[in-house]
């Protein structure tokens, strides 16, 4: 098939988002599938990289409503009609806004069938752009089933969002289908030499146990909260790496200074993709605080990196996270200190359960079994598409 996938974000930018889509054009590729993306350019200007098989729309930042955002306010001609001359099979929008609006007007011209995946839980995101969250909740609802019901089919990472969908009375078919990811780079163990060496570079002292949180500095990654329980256990053995960026940084910075805490967080910055599987080897626990996340593949990828992880009890952690194997889920300060010193100290805890971990992620979540599943809702889509068409005519 010819696949054409759309996306605001693209590389190099670094997002969970992103993160799905190259995995998925990596394996369909494999498969011998021709994939191109069409994103939106940082720039006014459009372009096409044919090597590359990207697409670019001439577009413009919008970051008061949300930071990094773009927005295509007309639709380039040449890119387009290149798009067109290529003649892909099928759309797989994912994003709801500027390049879901070109990938309706491609799909309506090729006659051709629109997946789309909902990677965003919009409902924790309320706070960029309603200052009311009841009606910013009532706002997303209506804005999701609206963009959905010009779709053919859904993708949903995870059951989580499946019931969210449902709650929007999406009427699409909804497949589950969590994000694969490429596990063989988070299987490569570095040496205790090796660890040693790059925690004494972010000066963590060697007595210290790391807890590691992996994404973008957001609001919405309430970083705050593990920030405030490692201040009130007041631990000086403890530290938090803090590895990524984002808008949200001088903030959580700020607060961090108010609560008088700067001795027990590090921040990474920003880390080249190739390198994080490096960055959760340094964790002795994994950590997160979120509950936006619609399937949340840094605690995948920690857990394929060999550490525990203890995050804040989610509906997207359902058969992820399993209290006393693979780590824990918490919702009180009590449950989170518990958890940690159980983890940090508790023999059980051990190679062998870490292992375990380890191959269960591998038989869930290979990249493989992510390229066979989303084949075959392409395939479904097409077929009903071509069905629904001819019997209109």
Known sequence: MKILITTEW??????????????????????????RILTLS???????????????????????????????????DDVLSHILDWNPDIVHTQCEFSTFRIARRISQILTIPIVHTYHTVYEDYTHYFSPNKKWGKKAVAVFSKRVLNHSDAVIAPTNKVESLLKGYKVNQPVHVIPTGLDLEKFNQALTQKEIVTLRRSLSIPDDCSVLVSVGRVAKEKNLEEIISYL?????????????????????????????????F????????????????QLGDVFVSASTSETQGLSYIEALASGVFALCRKDDCLIDVIEDGENGFQYTTYDEFRSSLYTLLTHADFNTVKKQAAQNKIEETYSIEAFGKSVEMVYLEAIRNHTHQHVFSL
């Open 231 to 263: 201040k009130e256990l007041d631990d000086p053995k403890l530290r938090l790496l803090v590895v990524g960026d984002g808008p949200y940084r001088e903030t959580l910075e700020t607060f961090i200074d108010e609560i008088d805490a700067r001795a």
């Open 42 to 76: 940082e720039k006014a200007s459009a372009h096409i990289d044919e090597e590359q098989g990207l697409y670019a729309m001439s577009s413009y930042g919008v970051g008061k409503i949300y930071p990094g955002a773009r927005v295509a306010l007309t639709m380039d």
């Open 265 to 280: 967080v590090v921040f990474a910055g920003m880390v080249a993709p190739e390198n994080i599987a490096t960055y959760y």
């Open 10 to 35: 693209y590389t190099p930018t670094v997002n969970g988002v992103i993160t799905s889509i190259i995995n998925l054009k990596e394996i369909l590729t494999d498969m011998g599938h021709e994939v």
